[in-house]
């Protein structure tokens, strides 16, 4: 175990590391400049953050992956319909309420809006969106259909935000989705998924293994659309800009930060544990070794992702926000600056390593972990430069979101039904702890750099954990779609092989 660690150590700064540099770099030109206290904050808070990413991928191997798989295998195997729907309901439900990705992006907007509304209407989706996954794993429903018929509702409930006036709240309302789906409950979200489709499905249909991430993602945007139709909003937003500050007393803002952090990934991880101890005990039945195995692993995720949390509050999202303001008087290069970011962001995140890590295994190696990562890569970093010109040339959102979706939705009829459901799986991990710890503060502050108002930032500034979530889904399309093309000329090929070889055999003859 001592030697994984120490390869998951050395996994956690390599992912970490290009980011970290990436700011030191800028701080040696005149755009960028970072006190040597931001700088001693920045390169703990990195070290910090590395040893988390560590911790919390041993913990994923060792607890969530096995006890999401366990919890989803046994239930499927009671054979009953309304056991199965009533805890993925609740599983979905208490999971969400303790997801820190969820306590950041409300963090930002809490004078507006309460966090808590926000965390139990987007819980109240997850839940409702596990169901829908239970419902097409038992009528092996088309991935592809299932979109299409939640992103038509989602439009039309968008339209009625805008009529309502609430449509400043649209980029906040997408990203809600986004952020729902984070380090905590992607582990155990997609080895439930695994679990349950290693019952209901067949060897052959390995596409019913991934698409949950994608459907959680839909559904809690539905909801919260649902909300902002009854949002009663005058214009009037105060960015509380204090959440954007590293304080100057290291050692109060580093316990302030590790306190919070541990908050809320000890609530999260209790939900999980609990909801799995009462399927073990009613169903499961592990032996002692086996749990105490398991609890290791709980601890391992615990520690891990506490210091990652506290990592990227403690530094990560004030110098972001620094950035962007800073980056705004030029354009050209912050633009430059907002793909490199969005790039190497998908090394930092946690449970893109557990996404690609699954899908590698489900596939049997057939999709490649490099080819994943260079996709996750080319879209995480278009994202943020879609969400910059936005912000530069002031335009809705949806005006980048429809067209995105369409094309997703249409490739997605045509590909190979596996890459549906990673593609949508992979815009939802993609946009997590980090893209709201740090992508979406940066944001903000390229807003604040370019003296937009308070209410002009809530409108420009969110929305860009939104775009994370759609473009890295073309971008895996177009792998299937290039891959569809490949299989198709192998096999042309290989017939017209055939063929000149009968002839040769004829003629002979």
Same mark, same amino acid.
């Given at each position: 175990m001592f030697k994984s660690l120490l390869l998951k150590l050395k996994d956690g700064f390599i992912s970490i590391l290009p980011i970290y540099l990436i700011i030191l770099i800028l701080n040696f030109t005149p755009y960028i400049n970072l006190t040597n206290y931001e700088i001693l904050v920045l390169t703990f808070s990195t070290i910090l953050g590395a040893i988390g990413l560590a911790l919390f991928n041993m913990g994923s191997d060792l607890a969530m992956t096995p006890m999401g798989k366990l919890s989803g295998r046994h239930l499927t195997?009671?054979?009953?319909?309304?056991?199965?729907?009533? %805890?993925?309901f609740i599983l979905g439900f208490f999971i969400t309420l303790a997801e820190p990705n969820l306590a950041i992006l409300g963090s930002q907007i809490k004078n507006l809006l309460s966090p808590t509304l926000i965390t139990i209407s987007v819980a109240f989706g997850v839940g409702l969106a596990f169901i829908l996954?239970?419902?097409?794993?038992?009528?092996?429903?088309?991935?592809?259909?299932i979109?299409?018929?939640?992103?038509?509702? !989602?439009? !039309?409930?968008?339209?009625?935000?805008?009529?309502t006036g609430s449509s400043d %709240?649209?980029?906040?309302?997408?990203?809600?989705?986004?952020?729902?789906?984070g380090p905590v409950t992607v582990p155990f979200m997609m080895a439930i998924c695994i679990g349950i489709s290693n019952v209901l499905a067949k060897k052959s249909e390995k596409d019913l293994s991934f698409g949950l991430i994608g459907i959680v993602c839909i559904v809690s945007i539905i909801v919260m659309l649902f909300l902002g139709i009854f949002i009663n909003y005058d214009g009037n937003f105060t960015l509380d800009k204090s959440l954007y500050e590293i304080d100057n007393n290291f050692g109060l803002a580093l316990l302030n930060n590790l306190w919070s952090s541990i908050k809320s990934v000890f609530l999260s991880l209790l939900l999980i544990s609990l909801f799995f101890l009462i399927i073990n005990?009613? %169903?499961?039945?592990?032996?002692?070794?086996?749990?105490?195995?398991?609890?290791i692993g709980v601890l391992y995720?615990?520690?891990?992702?506490?210091?990652f949390l506290t990592a990227v509050n403690l530094a990560y999202m004030p110098i972001a926000y620094k950035m962007g303001g800073e980056l705004a008087n030029s354009?050209?290069?912050?633009?430059?600056?907002? %793909?490199?970011?969005? !790039?190497?962001?998908?090394f930092a995140e946690p449970a893109v390593h557990v996404l690609i890590k699954q899908v590698n295994e489900i596939t049997n190696g057939i999709i490649k972990k490099r080819v994943m990562l260079i996709g996750l890569i080319g879209?995480?970093?278009?994202?943020i430069v879609l969400a910059i010109l936005r912000i530069i040339y002031d335009f809705e959102i949806m005006f980048i979101l429809v067209p995105a979706l369409i094309i997703a939705l249409g490739i997605s009829f045509f590909i190979p039904k596996i890459y549906v459901g990673i593609a949508f799986d992979s815009g939802g991990v993609a946009a997590g702890a980090l893209t709201s710890g740090f992508v979406l503060p940066f944001s903000i502050g390229v807003c604040i750099g370019m003296n937009y108002l308070d209410s002009e930032t809530l409108k420009l500034g969110f929305g860009v954990v939104a775009l994370v979530s759609i473009t890295p889904v073309i971008v895996i399309e177009i792998i299937g779609l290039v891959a569809l093309i490949k299989d198709k000329i192998a096999v042309k090929r290989q017939v017209e092989k055939m063929v000149q070889a009968s002839d040769e055999i004829i003629i002979k003859f």
């Open positions: 195997k009671q054979g009953k319909m309304y056991i199965l729907v009533i %805890f993925v996954l239970v419902i097409r794993q038992i009528h092996k429903t088309s991935l592809a259909q979109f299409l018929f939640l992103y038509a509702l !989602a439009f !039309a409930l968008t339209t009625l935000v805008i009529y %709240f649209l980029g906040f309302i997408y990203d809600s989705g986004g952020v729902t789906t005990f009613i %169903f499961i039945k592990l032996p002692k070794k086996k749990l105490e195995s398991l609890a995720s615990f520690f891990g992702l506490t210091f354009k050209t290069l912050l633009i430059i600056i907002s %793909f490199i970011i969005g !790039a190497v962001s998908v879209g995480v970093g278009l994202s």
